[in-house]
């Protein structure tokens, strides 16, 4: 049996941009999506702290230590900039090797978005 859980999360990010007129997902800083383990492409959960808003996407890669966290297409109507977000990632795993795993949180700046 296979369960899911956490497998990364960036927490406490400022949104810095959301941009209405793109086809759709979430544009990530690359050395934040290095940090986190987040691959482009990967499906990602979007928790809005300002307004609870809960948002279901996917990532694109965004300039290297840009500190990008951009909402594109429909989900920039969820956020406003400077709106503080919880990136999660998941994964699938038999229940023995997920007792064993460890996932990686990232607590970067959350004035700049980059890693302290």
Do not use: W
């Not at 899911?4 to 959301?18: F, I, R, Y």
């Not at 940090?35 to 300002?50: D, F, R």
């Amino acid at each position: 049996m296979n369960i899911e859980l956490v497998k990364s999360k960036l927490h406490n990010v400022s949104v810095t941009e959301a941009n209405l007129n793109y086809v759709g997902s979430i544009t990530i800083d690359e050395d934040l999506m290095d940090a986190a383990n987040i691959i482009e492409n990967e499906k990602v959960q979007v928790v809005n702290n300002n307004n609870g808003e809960r948002i279901e996407t996917y990532v694109i890669r965004g300039e290297r230590g840009s500190g990008v966290i951009c909402l594109n297409g429909a989900a920039a109507r969820k956020v406003a900039v400077g709106d503080v977000v919880i990136i999660i990632t998941y994964c699938s795993m038999e229940v023995e090797e997920a007792k064993q795993f460890k996932p990686t949180f990232i607590f970067p700046d959350t004035a700049t978005n980059l890693l302290v």
